[in-house]
């Protein structure tokens, strides 16, 4: 008989930095509530507090300050030689043209390194150009291209994606958790209707949908919601079909049809309260969906309309500076990632508890 | 007959076929299952009948049809005298306190979000108006009627033991005053010890409330306990329908002596008639001819396998399909 080496218990210990991966994992196993912990602060309080938190305006920034790296981040220093006005061409690596250099000398953002005797500029003199200054504390995260607080703009970008979670989260889950109801109670031709419903739904690609429905009525809030509740609601209504189905072929169901309850007491006193797990979990589970969708419809300028700093707004509006300032682009980015991630970690953990059963979705 | 003194419950004639579809589009019926093929009996105000058959013989259809959960597909079940297919509004309210049902099994039948007062209390609250202080005290009274502690009732299901769960369901059967109670097998999913607990409450209930029992069971002892008739169902018929003591003491169809013998005796040095059948029981789609036991029965003739027997009363009150007799 082979015997397969399998890493001893001390394996991750034994690596670089691999002490601090098992205690992770140790406070990850010991706390199972703390992505929710991160969730509430990543999303919950800006969210609330947004007006109280938020540093500075997040509709008006300052244009002396524009595209400011976050507070860590020095000036970014190169020495270049200057040349003469290129025609066509932008100056090579370690080159500047005559005209932009005297504009530097002028606002003070380059000294001389070699020449420069005269006082004033000239060609084959060597600069020290501070190309990029660096952040400041007053913008933490650095600032967009019109200066506006990135810092600012996240939290208040939170406050958009917990409304259109939330919203969204109870009107297309309300939405099939009563069509999915309908189909497993009555059975027959609704629930053969609203099942071939949720196929055609399903069928359709959502980003199209959404774009498609978007352009029909006239894009803000919501519309937003409105939309992401039309992408929803067929997942729901898929699975609390199928649990409810499971749950009137217990005979309580047969029991309080003979002490006479109408089908509506019925559905909502016996078949909905035991629905209650797989609704909340599914819930849980459907933020992170429901946050990257308003992000991808903002991105898409499908969404939220400027100048409300949807997170998805945030990520597009930095897409084209993502060489020459990437932090427009990485803060939105992270803030989605984070939340999508310790809404999902939440999700699991509540299934976990609720109900184990429902380990496949 | 004068309405007063027809009896609390009455089949006539009942049948139950569920078609069977192929397809899935068009589904065509290719055939039925005959789940219910025309039986008929009575249970008087008071009194337990006993409904005894193997799995599958349709003893549940039978008492599915009269709780109104399936519509016969032929015959009548007639409550005191009145077609309850015919029910509608405050009659069918009527209907739905006057006839209740406890279940087999008491984890699956009481709600596990629900509590216990409000299980109990369904009955009551759904076709009653009710001050909710007299569903109180009704619910209290019918707790402590079971057996249970009025200071439960705010306990969910899951608090309590399989015995307790189903003085909850008996409870709740008894909340609306009821004339009649379907109890499907209600002791087979407990406890033997807790058992004998639950019939004897039964019984004492039976005596205090005058209620008619439908018993059905698998177990033979248990009906005899509690049946003061006994119907014996094979493949969707009755074939021997009896007062329970006769029964048991002078058992005439073949089926019955086969079901007597597969129990164990209450002595095992007793002297006993030995039947064994071989087979399983035959589709209920596609029956036997003649006399649907025929392929099983040890005494068959060849009549048998061409004729269906009918009822005959071979001593008073003692029914019997059979060809022997």
């Not at chain 1, 803030?335 to 310790?342: D, R």
């Not at chain 2, 033997?192 to 002892?221: F, P, T, W």
Request: hydrophobic fraction near 45%; charge should be positive.
């Amino acid at each position: 008989m082979t015997v397969v080496a399998l890493p001893k218990r001390g394996f991750i210990d034994s690596l670089p930095g691999g002490p601090a991966v098992t205690q992770g994992l140790a406070w990850a196993r010991r706390y199972p509530l703390l992505p929710g912990f991160v969730l509430l602060f990543v999303l919950v309080i800006p969210a609330i507090f947004a007006n109280q938190i938020a540093p500075h305006d997040h509709r008006i920034g300052d244009l002396d300050l524009v595209k400011r790296p976050p507070a860590w981040i020095g000036d970014k220093i190169v020495e270049q030689t200057v040349v003469q006005k290129q025609d066509r061409r932008v100056a090579r690596q370690g080159e500047i043209t005559l005209s932009s250099a005297t504009r530097r000398m002028k606002r003070g953002t380059a000294t001389f390194l070699e020449g420069g005797g005269d006082g004033t500029v000239d060609v084959g003199d060597k600069l020290r150009v501070v190309i990029r200054q660096g952040g400041t504390w007053t913008y933490p995260l650095g600032t967009d291209k019109q200066g506006r607080d990135i810092l600012s703009r996240l939290i208040h970008g939170s406050r958009v994606s917990l409304t259109v979670s939330v919203l969204a989260i109870a009107l297309g889950g309300g939405l099939g958790v009563i069509l999915g109801l309908l189909a497993a109670y009555k059975g027959g031709i609704t629930d053969t209707l609203i099942m071939r419903l949720v196929d055609i739904k399903l069928a359709f690609p959502s980003i199209l949908l959404a774009l498609v429905l978007v352009a029909a009525w006239k894009p803000g809030l919501l519309t937003v919601i409105i939309v992401i509740s039309v992408l929803l609601w067929a997942r729901y209504a898929r699975v609390v079909r199928g649990e409810a189905i499971s749950i009137m072929n217990r005979d309580f169901i047969d029991r309080a049809q003979v002490a006479g309850a109408s089908d509506w007491r019925i559905m909502a006193r016996h078949i909905f309260p035991n629905l209650m797990n797989t609704v909340v979990v599914l819930a849980t589970l459907e933020v992170g969906h429901v946050i990257i969708l308003e992000s991808t419809l903002s991105f898409l300028g499908a969404g939220i309309p400027r100048p409300t700093p949807a997170w998805g707004v945030m990520v597009a509006d930095g897409r084209e500076l993502i060489v020459a300032a990437w932090w427009i682009f990485f803060f939105p980015c992270v803030a989605i990632v984070l939340t999508v991630l310790s809404m999902n970690l939440m999700g699991d953990w509540l299934r976990d508890k609720l109900d184990p059963k429902l380990r496949n979705i | 007959m004068v309405n007063g003194a027809a009896p609390l419950l009455e089949l006539q004639g009942v049948k139950k076929y569920f078609p069977v579809t192929k397809g899935l589009i068009m589904m065509k019926t290719v055939g039925y299952v005959q789940a219910v093929d025309g039986i008929s009996f009575t249970i008087k105000q008071g009194e337990t009948l006993g409904l005894v058959g193997e799995s599958g013989c349709g003893k549940t259809t039978t008492s599915k049809m009269i709780l109104r959960l399936e519509v016969p597909t032929e015959g009548r079940v007639l409550l005191e005298g009145k077609d309850i297919q015919d029910f509608k509004g405050e009659e069918l309210r009527d209907y739905r306190t006057i006839v209740q049902a406890v279940f087999q099994d008491p984890w699956s039948s009481l709600s596990p979000r629900m509590r216990v007062r409000d299980i109990i209390a369904e009955a009551l609250v759904v076709n009653r108006q009710v001050s909710s202080e007299e569903v109180k005290n009704r619910v209290e009274e019918v707790m402590t009627q079971v057996g249970l502690h009025t200071d439960q009732a705010k306990n969910y299901p899951h608090e309590f033991s399989g015995g307790q769960r189903q003085r909850i369901a008996v409870a709740s059967a008894l909340v609306s005053y009821p004339k009649l109670i379907v109890l499907d097998e209600p002791v087979s999913a407990l406890d033997v010890s807790i058992r004998a607990q639950v019939m004897n409450l039964l019984k004492d209930l039976q005596g205090e409330y005058n209620v008619g029992y439908l018993l059905i069971a698998h177990n033979l002892a248990t009906v005899r306990y509690m049946a003061h008739q006994t119907a014996v169902m094979y493949l969707g018929q009755l074939v021997e329908y009896s007062d329970t003591e006769e029964l048991y003491k002078n058992p005439l169809h073949p089926y019955t002596k086969a079901l007597f013998s597969a129990a164990l005796p209450s002595h095992p040095d007793m002297i006993r008639e030995e039947i064994v059948l071989t087979g399983e029981v035959p589709s209920p789609i596609n029956p036997p001819s003649g006399c649907r036991f025929h392929p099983r029965c040890p005494f068959a003739m060849d009549k048998c396998s061409e004729e269906a027997p009918v009822e005959k009363e071979v001593a008073p009150g003692h029914l019997v399909s059979c060809h022997l007799y």
